[in-house]
Structure formats: C-alpha cells, structure tokens
C-alpha cells in the first residue's frame, strides 16, 4: 500500500517550485509549474504520477514550444512541438501565442502530462481580455496517465463544465490539443463541474494526499536548488543557502 502525506496547496506549490528551480528553470517556469501542479490537485485532475512522470520529462535546455504550422485553409489548427517537454512548463507560450492571434484550435506534440495546462486555461479565461477568443468556451484535450483519452471543458468565465471520455481518439498519447468556441463535447461524461469546483473546495480545508515517494523526490531536487554562500555567490546575486 502507497504511504501517503497529507499537505496543503500551497505546500505543493512552493516543493515544486523549488524542484524546477533546481533543474535550472527561469523564475517564470518555476513559479508556473507550482501553481498548476497544486492547481491540478486541487481539481483531481492530476495525482502523484502525474507530477513524478511531469517531473522526470523536464528538460532545462529546451526554451519552448517550436512552431511547425499555422492555420490553414486545410486545417484550422495551429501545430507545435514541445521537443519532448512535459506539460508542467512552457506549453503556456504555445497556446498563448497562438490563441492570441485568433486562432481556433492549438496542437501541441511530443509533450506529455497535458491536463497540466487547464489551471492556465481558467486562469485566461477568468479575466476580461481583449481577445475575443476569451469570451468563449474551451475545450483540452488530452491523455491520462493511463493512456486513455480526456477532455476538459471549461466555460468562457474560465470554471470547469466537466471532465469527459470522447467517443473517438482526438490526439495521439504525446500531445495536447485546446479548441475555442467547442458548444458540447463528444463523449462520456466523466465528473461534471460541480464535483470538480468540489474538490477544490474541499482541499482548501482538508488539504491534499501526496505519495511519500513523490515528497521525498521533491525535496531531495529541492537541495540543488541552494547555493552555498560564497563571495562569489553573493557577486552573481545568489542569496544565503
């Protein structure tokens, strides 16, 4: 049986946080990858798994999502690969990019981990933009952890309709895919929104159960994250530990 702790949000947060910031992210990906990774919990959208394989496939060298092809009149969608980037950082970039200049569906290959996004989804949708895009609802499509084919959908004030299965496979196990303006999903509902904004709500209070494992890795990563104190690591601007 899997020995489990007992934490809060912001617990996650800040342990994931400092993990990325020990592989050597900027503080925009370290910031970015605690909230979602809590953010995700907090919905039931991700668990231990989730973060460890989320964790294991981040990349430090990688700057981005590379663009492969707009829109055209043959596909509305625009494509980018993540060059084998999990999800917990910088598919942000794609998506905003994208969605920014008005487009109607964004793809996102060799990637993994995709339901690591919504929690940047909502965060978009919940604010008043210019673009019209922001008005209306969303659609990510992704892959569990075990394979099997997600969506969720979001309204356009950024909460969560439901968790669903879609009938047929909308993106291959490496990718994620957000469409704009989606008026009903294709498939079988799997929690609705209530429950999900439930769970949320619950771990405000009773906080979130975290594998053991899962701590132990995260503090462990924490530690390269601390820079001795030195002359010269007080000239290039590292603090104490």
Not at 1 to 17: G, R, W, Y
Not at 161 to 167: D, I, R, S, T, V
Request: aromatic fraction near 6%; charge should be negative.
């Amino acid at each position: 049986m899997t020995d489990l702790l007992q934490i809060s949000a912001n617990e996650m947060k800040f342990l994931v946080k400092r993990s990325v910031e020990g592989l050597g992210f900027t503080p925009g990906d370290q910031l970015g990858a605690g909230a979602r990774a809590a953010a995700c919990y907090q919905y039931g959208l991700a668990n231990s798994a989730v973060i460890d394989a989320a964790l294991s496939s981040l990349q430090a060298d990688i700057q981005g999502p590379v663009l492969v092809a707009k829109a055209t009149q043959a596909s509305d969608e625009w494509l980018f690969d993540a060059q084998g980037q999990s999800a917990l950082v910088q598919a942000e970039l794609a998506l905003g990019s994208a969605l920014s200049h008005g487009a109607s569906a964004v793809r996102v290959r060799n990637t993994s981990q995709g339901m690591l996004v919504a929690p940047v989804l909502m965060a978009w949708l919940s604010k008043p933009l210019a673009q019209g895009t922001a008005q209306q609802s969303i659609a990510l499509y992704f892959t569990s952890q075990k394979g099997d084919q997600r969506c969720l959908w979001l309204a356009a004030n950024g909460k969560p309709l439901g968790l669903y299965q879609p009938k047929s496979a909308v993106v291959a196990s490496n990718e994620l895919l957000v469409r704009v303006g989606e008026e009903d999903i294709d498939g079988h509902l799997i929690t609705d929104g209530a429950d999900l904004l439930g769970w949320r709500e619950r771990s405000l209070d009773q906080g979130i159960l975290v594998d053991l494992s899962l701590v132990t890795r995260l503090k462990t990563m924490m530690t390269d994250s601390f820079v001795p104190e030195s002359d010269e690591s007080r000239n290039s601007g590292a603090g104490p530990g």
